[in-house]
């Protein structure tokens, strides 16, 4: 029965990580099927070299800085096979997929940050950004909040008499990867022809709304391993947590369809940003709350982006800033509300807490992202020259655009 549990649990979180990381299609889909047709192919390839320089950074680096674990032995220890001193691995290789499915969660934050400076950010400088980030930055906040780093969780506890709930992750990827975003964001400025002299918008529309619309479900589906195989073991899940995401979900595409006025871009959008505010308070709310959770999500990412847009001048393409930053702290304070058992849910939060938690995780993603761009910008340059931007990322970088076949003239 033991050796049926661990290879349970294997196959569980598993199929969470493969989940997951078919997450990272829907955000290539969703990048290219918001920027202009001469960005594309930068879309799907800064997704992929992002998700690797993830792995070989995590491997090396990120998991030992969150939870003091390196894989520096051989396969036999690694499996949980044979044992080493200082190393303790579980039987059935679990700890190697577990590894995996973290991976699929860290490597969302460059996948996040990558909408928000399409189109006119050089290439290799972002891959040194990803390779700090999902190396050091992310599993710093990571083990604080799900290991035992600096003894963060001990310290909110003492603090406020609870700790910070964040179950999957609306703080500690969402925030994170949004509001290191904001700081690139910021950096590299609007992209050329974005605003006229007199401050007033010029519209760039999507390039495709069918691919759009294919990259919000890739994501919406993927999210059932990120919230639900969160639990990370069989005997840990629960149908709560997939009953709230759905109601999230529902809730954040219903104020996003009101708000936008029935605008596809917000439409499958609020989608999202439904789903990034439940991660933290999944595994303890009402559906009701997480209804009420998930459309005040999508009336928000409506009226941010708007406001980013068209006011503070912010030309975020993707409007990750909105959407991850801003809807994951709504969904880092939410868990200490709609999780009380006051008002139908599981108990064992409290708002204090999370407003510790979330404003840590806010000041500690804005000053590294600020940081990291600022040091990139003045080493080497974070911008496409204005040439290359205006023939497009496509060309410039890769050589090559979305439609080949079109750009060969025929005789």
Known sequence: MDAFKSGADVFFVLMGAILVLSMHGGFAFLEVGTVRKKNQVNALVKILVDFSISTVA?????????????????????SGSAEAPGYTFAASGYDLVKFFFLLTFAAAVPAIISGGIA???KFFPQLIATAVFVGLVYPLFEGMVWGDRLGF????????????????????????????ALGAVVMLGARMGRYRKDGSVIGIPP????????????????????????????DGVTGLVA???LMAMGGGIIMAMVA??????FVHNGALAGLVAVCAGSDVMHPIGSLIVGGVAGGLFVYTFTWCQNKWKIDDVLGVWPLHGLCGLWGGLAAGVFGLEALGGLGGVSFAAQ????????????????????????????????EDEYRGADLSIHKISATPEEDVPVR
Not at 58 to 78: K, R, S
Not at 158 to 167: M, N, Q, V
Not at 356 to 373: D, E, K, R
């Open 355 to 386: 407003l510790v938690g979330c404003i840590t995780g806010v000041i500690m993603a804005t000053a590294a992202g600020f940081a990291v761009y600022g040091g990139l910008k003045v080493a080497m340059g974070i911008r496409l020259h204005e």
């Open 58 to 78: 995590y491997f090396f680096i990120g998991y030992a800085v969150a939870y003091g674990t390196d894989f520096f032995v051989n396969a036999a220890v690694l």
């Open 243 to 245: 009953m709230n995401s």
């Open 260 to 265: 936008g006025r029935n605008d596809p871009g």
């Open 119 to 121: 189109e006119r950010a």
């Open 207 to 234: 390039s495709n709304i069918p691919f759009l619309a294919l990259g919000s479900w890739l994501l919406s589906v993927g999210w059932f391993g990120f919230n639900v195989m969160s639990a990370q073991s069989v």
């Open 153 to 180: 969780q001990g310290w909110v506890e003492g603090l406020t008499g609870a700790t910070f709930h964040d179950f999957a992750g609306s703080i500690v990827v969402h925030a994170m990867g949004g509001w290191l």
